[in-house]
């Protein structure tokens, strides 16, 4: 069992650390103030590959394994949480749904610029009155002169506004439920395609998240991606490679608002000394790190695993429900430590804890998450 990076792994750390602090870190109450989203950063992030982590070479990609990956994206949210949310959310969903079961002629197509960073995608699964229970789809696609007219809406989608390429689920077959939920390829610009409201979001306001409307947009069946009937299925699978990324999502804001905690508690002076010497605010930082580095641990196991070729169903869901709570809890406490002044915004715990939330709710509620591992385990013994 090896608990440390390798030496290229630990460089691919250092350089996404660089990146963030110069890059990132200067913009980060700005951005999330006025919900800019920073395309800005699409052709640098684009120049380190993170873009096209977890994709071959010969596609655009870095070439990398979910190791590297989970670390990318905890060294992204430790700066910045809406930055990492947009990486994981390009790389695990659109792209690499395209890239497991897109035909070569799509690859070709579509992922190549995507992985290269030329192109952002998107991926919609949730709709107004079909969010946990996905399967509950009404977008339809009905067939039409060698193509399909697709009908209906997503939301909260990430990227819904600037992506160049949109994967998203619609019902061809009502009478075989989530067996009769296909997926397919839009984009940008495509008549009957466009985006919709921009929510006001808790946190994460740099990340763009809006809704997609469908209205009468015809795709020609060059556009199926999958087998028809197969979307919800398949995108079940894309979700557990997705929810490695949320799990180092919710690591990387917990480290970022651990560390601030730190420094904090070793500056602040009360009774005639720093706090960090009172046994109270030391319980805080001892825990605090204890369950970020058991949030780790689950975090690599699970990527490890995917990188193996192994199924990932209960230790992704297990990595993303552990992460995500206890980078909640760790952003409370670091606001604690900080007291009066954790709760202004002249301090960074008050937007970590913010951003932490969607990491409990997105890719799966904790609530799903629980079902999901529950019926692992039930169904091992």
């Known amino acids: 069992m090896q608990f440390e990076l390798t030496e290229e792994q630990q460089q691919i750390k250092m350089s996404v650390r660089e990146f963030a602090a110069s890059e990132i870190a200067p913009h980060v109450m700005e951005w999330d103030e006025s919900q800019h989203f920073p395309s800005e950063l699409q052709p640098k992030l684009a120049e380190l590959g993170l873009l ?111 992506a160049d390429t949109c994967v998203a689920m619609a019902v061809t077959d009502r009478a075989k439920r989530s067996k009769g939920i296909s997926a397919f390829i839009f984009e940008k610009g495509m008549k009957g395609f466009s985006p919709s409201k921009k929510e006001n979001k808790l946190g994460l306001r740099a990340s763009e998240t809006a809704s997609v409307v469908f209205e009468d947009c015809f795709v020609s069946d060059n556009h199926l991606l999958g087998e028809a009937g197969q979307g919800f299925v398949n995108a079940m699978e894309i979700l ?40 109270a605010i030391q319980f805080k930082l001892a825990d605090m790190a204890t369950q970020i580095d058991a949030a780790r641990l689950l975090m690599y196991r699970a990527a490890w695993m995917k990188d193996a070729g192994k199924k990932t169903t209960k230790e992704s869901s297990m990595a993303k429900l552990f992460a995500s709570e ?56």
């Open 52 to 162: 096209g982590v977890i994709f071959p070479e010969e596609y655009g990609g870095a070439g990398m394994g979910y190791v590297e990956y989970a670390t990318i994206i905890e060294e992204l949210s430790r700066v910045d949480g809406s930055v990492g949310i947009s990486v994981a959310a390009h790389n695990s969903l659109c792209s690499n749904h395209i890239y497991q079961f897109g035909t070569e002629a799509q690859r070709k197509k579509y992922l190549v610029p995507l992985a290269s960073g030329e192109h952002l995608g998107a991926w919609g699964l949730t709709e107004p009155s079909a969010g946990s229970d996905a399967s509950g789809t009404k977008s339809t696609a009905v067939r039409s002169d060698g193509g399909w007219i697709v009908n209906g809406s997503k939301n909260f989608i990430t990227h819904a506004i600037h």
């Open 240 to 279: 557990d490679g997705g929810r490695i990324s949320i799990a180092a999502l919710a690591v990387g804001i917990a480290q970022g608002a651990y560390e601030s905690a730190v420094r904090y508690a070793k500056e602040r002076q009360q009774f005639g000394k720093p706090i960090s010497e009172f046994q």
């Open 326 to 381: 206890i980078s909640v809890k760790v952003c409370e406490e670091a606001i604690q430590v900080h007291g009066g002044y954790g709760y202004t915004k002249d301090y960074p715990p008050e937007k970590y804890w913010r951003d932490s939330k969607l990491c409990t709710i997105g890719e799966g509620t904790s609530e799903i998450q629980r079902i999901i591992i529950a019926r692992e385990v039930l169904k091992s013994i």
